[in-house]
């Protein structure tokens, strides 16, 4: 079955330090994969994507992913994490589907980070 | 480029009404996805339109669900015969079509069925 696995829940981290948050990834067909973060109130927000190529994929706000396929993980990274940071992260998962879409998302459950002053 | 907009923010209903959500997409933008978000959940993709067409539905959108794109711009997303498990942020998404799609997602519209 495809499916998505964000293993931690919950996180918080000091403000500073290096965050580094988990996904692994069941899917038979080769990957899209995506992370995004959600705010309250707010819209998903798209952080960053791997569709082929390099690895090591860079996004917006200092984030950045490696796709692991032999662990079929695409853990997200940033070295710093700022207070704004504070939000839900969701990684998704998805494949060239009818008509071309790759809309067709599977996500996680989410990790919601807190970040301390 | 105003955004996704969606239409009402929140919806509280009794159960066995029907309810309808609007969302007006990206103008330029030619897809248009309707995902569910229950609480402590990822999001569920529903149902996807290209223009007009309706070409794909999640075997979760029941026959109690119906989703419409008549022109190709807004989107309706009605739910008949409410149920309590129906209570679930609704999103809607909207992007180009392209090798190199990214969705776009409104901020939603949480519906509670008392």
């Known amino acids: 079955a495809q499916s998505v696995t964000q293993p931690d829940i919950h996180i918080t981290v000091s403000e500073g330090a290096s965050l580094e948050l988990r996904c692994n990834y069941s899917y038979g067909a080769t990957p899209y994969l995506f992370w995004y973060v959600q705010s309250p109130g707010q819209g998903l927000q798209l952080l960053l994507k791997y569709f082929s190529g390099d690895t090591l994929v860079q996004g917006i706000k200092g984030f950045e992913a490696e796709f692991k396929r032999s662990q079929s993980s695409f853990n997200l990274r940033k070295p710093s994490v700022h207070w704004s940071d504070a939000a839900e992260y969701f990684c998704?998962?998805?494949?060239?589907?009818?008509?071309?879409?790759?809309?067709?998302?599977?996500f996680g459950k989410g990790t919601k980070l807190s970040v301390k002053p | 480029d105003t955004g996704v907009s969606q239409d009402p923010r929140h919806k509280i209903t009794k159960r066995g009404q029907n309810v309808t959500f609007r969302c007006d997409p990206i103008s330029e933008h030619n897809r248009l996805y309707w995902y569910r978000q229950t609480l402590g959940q990822g999001p569920e993709f529903l149902t996807y339109f290209q223009n007009e067409a309706q070409l794909e539905k999640s075997r979760l959108l029941s026959d109690r669900f119906s989703a419409e794109r008549p022109k190709g711009s807004f989107s309706t997303l009605e739910i008949q015969r409410t149920e309590q498990g129906d209570s679930a942020m609704y999103l809607c998404?909207?992007?180009?079509?392209?090798?190199?799609?990214?969705?776009?997602f409104g901020s939603g519209t949480q519906l509670s069925v008392l």
């Open positions: 998704a998962v998805g494949s060239m589907n009818y008509g071309g879409s790759q809309g067709n998302l599977i």
């Open positions: 998404a909207s992007s180009s079509k392209g090798a190199n799609e990214k969705l776009f």
